[in-house]
């Protein structure tokens, strides 16, 4: 094997670690927890508020839990204000080990794992194996 496809297989196999790193940590988050419905109160800047255009919007989210009313931050990093969504329902995960954030449900984390998965396949097969 030439340095460029030890390169080439290395690249991979960091594509598929992160891909599988990325359900990993989704269902380490998700796992124990209970699926509920929440109202979305206000999406905004987490962090600093002086960087433009840096993303990192989170919803805030009101549910119940436990016979509780509660108010949690989503575990998203939108890129954009989504402020057009307050007073939307959407499902949530809760874990009571981690109260004041949850999970939103929806399947990207699973689509970029198989986006990053196939991607170090792809790069193993079309280019760390001479044809």
Not at 5 to 29: D, N
Request: hydrophobic content about 45%; overall charge positive.
């Amino acid at each position: 094997m030439t340095a460029l496809q030890i390169f080439y297989w290395a690249l991979g196999l960091v594509f598929i670690v992160l891909g599988l790193a990325c359900v990993a940590e989704k269902y380490r988050t998700v796992r124990g927890g209970t699926l509920l419905t929440a109202r979305i109160l206000k999406c905004e800047k987490d962090g600093p508020k002086t960087r433009k255009g840096s993303g990192g919007y989170r919803y805030t989210v009101e549910f119940e839990a436990d016979g509780v009313r509660r108010t949690a931050l989503t575990n998203d990093a939108f890129w954009f204000n989504r402020s057009r969504n307050i007073g939307q329902l959407i499902a949530v995960w809760y874990n009571p080990a981690s109260p004041h954030l949850v999970e939103r449900k929806s399947p990207e984390a699973e689509l970029l794992s198989l986006f990053f998965v196939a991607l170090g396949v792809a790069v193993i097969l079309w280019l760390g194996i001479p044809w």
